[in-house]
């Protein structure tokens, strides 16, 4: 079992900056891929962001590209998503997930999932 505990969100002006983490229970962290996904109310989870369990691999949805990185701390057992440049379009739940093995950037190859973080920007 793993669980996932995301942080970090919060209300921020559009153009400003948010890092949100993902911090994993377990010993085997470094075994997964983990993803971030977002949610705004009436519409399905979208994919935003994944890395690969070693770090050397991501990849990212359109609408975020060249604003958004994802990193991992294997040692901390923590997946990270800075966010630069938001705008309205970027306020949703964030989740973060975990799936062994390779990267997948679709919502139903992921195994576990966080409870969400709230990111809202402001114009």
């Known amino acids: 079992q793993v669980w996932l505990v995301e942080s970090g969100g919060g209300l921020v002006q559009a153009g400003g900056s948010l890092r949100l983490s993902c911090a994993s229970t377990g010993r085997t962290f470094s075994s997964y891929s983990m993803g971030w996904f977002r949610q705004v109310p009436g519409k399905e989870r979208e994919f935003v962001a994944a890395i690969k369990w070693s770090g050397d691999r991501t990849y990212y949805a359109d609408a975020v590209k060249g604003r958004f990185t994802i990193s991992r701390d294997n040692t901390e057992n923590t997946v990270y998503l800075q966010m630069n440049s938001v705008n309205a379009q970027d306020t949703a739940v964030y989740y973060c997930?975990?799936?062994?093995?390779?990267?997948?950037?679709?919502?139903?190859?992921?195994?576990?999932w966080g409870q969400g973080t709230q990111v809202t920007v402001s114009s």
């Open positions: 997930a975990a799936r062994l093995g390779a990267l997948e950037i679709t919502m139903a190859e992921y195994e576990y």
